[in-house]
């Protein structure tokens, strides 16, 4: 019963450096989201899936690339990693457009 | 865009004693949420409300969504350490396919 699983855990980029954040679901969920999480902000979403093959924007996009060619994965990709980008990095899923979210447990990212 | 408040930010309290949360949007909205959140944990749904003036329970925890649907209330009745967490509201407008969060309200329980 693994639900949303996250990997790395933990990551420190140095600045330029690319990665990928790893986000997985075992349960059949249509839709994936991806948000980061910044001290006492909530959370805010970067992208979103609605289905395999299907991506669009959240509130803030700038910096990160995702794709979903399989139901079950939606990888984020940051490509030139800026200090601005440190935060921890949320992945969620939903079976419907309309129902509650499952979070994986978050990549805490730091960029020196 | 949609604005989300929640007040108060920070909460520390004593075991024992009862607390209200709020969460107040600009807009109406067709549901809202209830999560917690744990030191390096994602939040967890506590609850959803979709009809206004709807009353939950959940043990301690009381939901109320407002009669407009633009606000809702958390009341914890005799608090608990292990109530200790970020409890972060969420809403949905009509037709949108994803949630909009507020900043949360940190709240600590002392022994």
């Known amino acids: 019963n693994a639900g949303v699983t996250q990997t790395p855990k933990f990551r420190i980029l140095k600045i330029g450096q690319s990665m990928t954040l790893q986000c997985a679901q075992d349960?059949?969920?249509?839709?994936m989201y991806w948000y980061r999480q910044d001290p006492g902000m909530g959370l805010k979403l970067i992208y979103y899936s609605v289905g395999a093959g299907i991506t669009d924007k959240g509130e803030v996009p700038n910096g990160y690339n995702v794709s979903r060619s399989t139901t079950e994965d939606f990888p984020l990709r940051l490509e030139l990693a800026a200090p601005s980008q440190t935060s921890v990095y949320f992945c969620?899923?939903?079976?419907?457009?309309?129902?509650?979210?499952?979070f994986g447990s978050g990549t805490r990212l730091t960029v020196v | 865009t949609q604005l989300l408040e929640q007040s108060p930010q920070f909460l520390s309290i004593q075991e024992g004693e009862n607390l209200t949360v709020y969460c107040n949007s600009s807009s109406v909205s067709s549901s809202l949420q209830w999560y917690r959140q744990e030191p390096g944990e994602g939040p967890v749904l506590l609850v959803t409300?979709?009809?206004?003036?709807e009353v939950k329970k959940l043990k301690r925890l009381t939901f109320q969504f407002g009669d407009a649907r633009k606000d809702s209330s958390l009341h914890i009745t005799a608090a608990q350490p292990g109530d200790t967490g970020l409890y972060l509201c969420a809403v949905r407008r009509a037709g949108a396919q994803k949630l909009v969060f507020g900043q949360g309200t940190r709240l600590t329980i002392n022994p």
């Open positions: 969620a899923s939903s079976y419907t457009g309309v129902g509650s979210y499952t």
């Open positions: 409300v979709v009809t206004g003036g």
């Open positions: 349960m059949n969920h249509n839709y």
